[in-house]
């Protein structure tokens, strides 16, 4: 009786089957409202989204990334982490968005989580800025594989969308961790898309929707149901 099997999923003509067909395809420009801790809006548009993103995706490329890399985002700033996912998803990288210690200086749940990833998934590439870079070495590795976003920025966007295919992980997400270390779940391209067809068919939502996301982006509603 815990067990509920609903109509199956439309189908759609010309649905995306991964997830850079909804980045590419978005109306460049709708608009895009990032408020900060203070209140202050900051309107950008998926056109300048998928520019970013790009421009990131460059920068990893340039340092080796290749599809299937696992990358840990430690960003703060809601219009620091889309760009970033973006760039991984389009790359075909595999990126983790986890919470942001307070301090990288103090004992916390949050950096145990990050210790914790970066071994579980071998010591994967990290972005963050440039103000966390130094913290996160000290706590991690001297060497541990750092990549500042300002400086992924400053490189020339790459339009060259890696073809992954539906059933490839296309991100991982953290269980909260409540009783114990986070697991990390993949996810796949297919798994998302399908979820969130089968949500806008229930709810009937329509283009013409504006969303308001409250949520931080480490928690699964806020980047599968609210953005994708």
């Known amino acids: ?97 986890m919470a942001v210690p307070l301090a990288y200086e103090v004992e916390s749940r949050a950096l145990d989580h990050l210790r914790h990833l970066w071994a579980l998934f071998e010591q994967p590439w990290i972005i963050t800025t440039r103000a966390r870079s130094a913290g996160i070495r000290g706590v991690l590795a001297a060497d541990a594989a750092v990549a500042e976003i300002q400086t992924l920025r400053e490189h020339a966007p790459d339009g060259e969308i890696y073809q992954a295919g539906p059933d490839d992980v296309a991100f991982y997400t953290l269980s909260s961790g409540s009783t114990g270390l986070p697991k990390a779940v993949p996810l796949t391209h297919r798994n998302l898309l399908m979820r969130a067809r089968g949500v806008d068919a ?27």
């Open 1 to 97: 009786d815990a067990l509920r099997h609903g109509d199956p999923v439309p189908d759609i003509d010309g649905a995306a089957r991964v997830l850079p067909d909804l980045l590419l395809a978005a109306p460049r420009d709708t608009a895009l409202i990032f408020i900060d801790a203070e209140g202050g809006e900051r309107v950008e548009s998926y056109g300048f989204l998928l520019d970013e993103a790009q421009r990131r995706l460059g920068g990893l490329r340039q340092r080796g990334l290749k599809p299937g890399a696992k990358v840990l985002l430690q960003l703060d700033r809601n219009d620091a982490i889309l760009p970033a996912f973006w760039a991984c998803v389009l790359g075909g990288f595999a990126p983790t968005i």
């Open 202 to 228: 229930q709810s009937a939502h329509s283009a013409d929707y504006v969303v308001l996301n409250w949520l931080p982006f480490d928690h699964i509603g806020s980047i599968s149901d609210s953005h994708i």
